[in-house]
Every structure is written in C-alpha cells, then in structure tokens.
C-alpha cells in the first residue's frame, strides 16, 4: 500500500495553533507542546516527502469561535477574572478585532489541498485575524 501510494503523491494539511508560536494562555504547555510536535511533523514530512509528489503543509489558526470557546464567555459572567483578563489580552492582539469563524479555516484547508497552492510546501498558513503579527 504504502509503495502504490508514494507513486501517486498527494496532499497533507496538518493543524498547528498560535500557542505553539508564541506562547500566550497560561495552563497550556502539554497542548502548546504537541502543537509544536505538529510543527516539525509537518516540516520533517515535507523534506522527506516533497519530491515524492506529496505536499505537505499546516494551518495555523489562533482565536475561532467554537463551542469550547463560547463556553468561556459563561465564565465572564461569572466574573472569572483570570478568564476576562487573559481574555482581553488576546483581543487586543488581534488586529483584525474579532475571532474566527471555523469556515474561515476550512477555506484556507480548501486553498491548500488545490492546486492554487500547488507550490506551497512545508509552510505554515497562520490564519489568525493577525495574532502573531502583533
């Protein structure tokens, strides 16, 4: 499977974070650091792998609005101020001034799976509202 595979190439869109580029929210060293083993996954693969056919490459979303993350505004209403701080933090980084929506992701996975990305190869895509710019 593996040989028939690796004559035919394709496409792997792996997914990072912002925290595993610039550190931002407290608590979170085991997810920051297997998002940076996300990272040197996907450039490891891609030295490997590109001149296979395969072009390999991660996304790099920061702040989208989810379930996970609209449960955090109920704890803004319970006055948690360690969540409202850190929360007003990373708003003020984004210089877009709002979060992400998930199909804004998505649409970048799409970009990079055709071939309008058909020379991008081991990147990473921040899609971020400019949270790493900042």
């Not at 920051?32 to 996954?41: H, N, P, Q």
């Not at 991660?58 to 989208?64: D, E, F, I, K, M």
């Amino acid at each position: 499977m593996i040989k028939t595979r690796m004559k035919c190439g394709g496409v792997m869109i792996n997914i990072a974070s912002v925290e595993a580029v610039l550190p931002f929210k407290e608590d979170l060293v085991p997810y920051g650091l297997s998002k940076v083993g996300v990272i040197m996954l996907t450039r490891s693969l891609a030295a490997e792998y590109g001149r296979h056919g395969f072009r390999i490459n991660a996304l790099v979303p920061g702040g989208v609005l989810t379930p996970g993350t609209k449960s955090l505004a109920k704890e803004v209403l319970k006055f948690n101020v360690g969540i409202i701080r850190s929360g007003l933090e990373y708003q003020q980084r984004l210089s877009m001034g709002r979060l992400g929506k998930p199909d804004e992701i998505a649409r970048m996975a799409l970009v990079l799976a055709c071939d309008l990305s058909s020379y991008l190869h081991g990147t990473l895509l921040a899609v971020d509202g400019g949270f790493l710019s900042a």
